[in-house]
Nanobody, 125 residues
């Protein structure tokens, strides 16, 4: 059974950096796309960033452009989220997602099939 496991979250101060990782376990060895979402207390889950496995095209939510970078390791089936210049507004549980099948929809609205349990990111001022 496919499982996604996030790691790298923690408590940091504004301006600091964190690097999140998401690894896949189970039978699946590759996906069409992988993405990061986040959900803050009392807020709806929102898209953060995504990357297509073939070609490496990316998509970012406006509030993180220029600060966050998504990347992937083809051999390890791992996706990363490098987060720089963190702000208190970035505080949330960050979830990794993966899509097994192709879709014509934009990566930010792609129908992702698998989800991780999340990793907490807390940014204090």
């Amino acid at each position: 059974q496919v499982q996604l496991v996030e790691s790298g979250g923690g408590m940091v101060q504004a301006g600091d950096s964190l690097r999140l990782s998401c690894t896949s376990s189970g039978r699946a060895v590759s996906y069409y796309a992988m993405a990061w979402f986040r959900q803050a207390p009392g807020k709806e889950r929102e898209f953060v960033a995504a990357i297509a496995w073939s070609g490496g095209s990316t998509s970012y939510f406006d509030s993180v452009k220029g600060r966050f970078t998504i990347s992937r390791d083809n051999a390890k089936i791992t996706v990363y989220l490098q987060m720089n210049s963190l702000k208190p507004e970035d505080t949330a549980v960050y979830y990794c997602a993966a899509a097994y099948r192709f879709s014509n929809r934009d990566l930010s609205k792609f129908p992702y099939d698998y989800w991780g349990q999340g990793t907490q990111v807390s940014v204090s001022s």
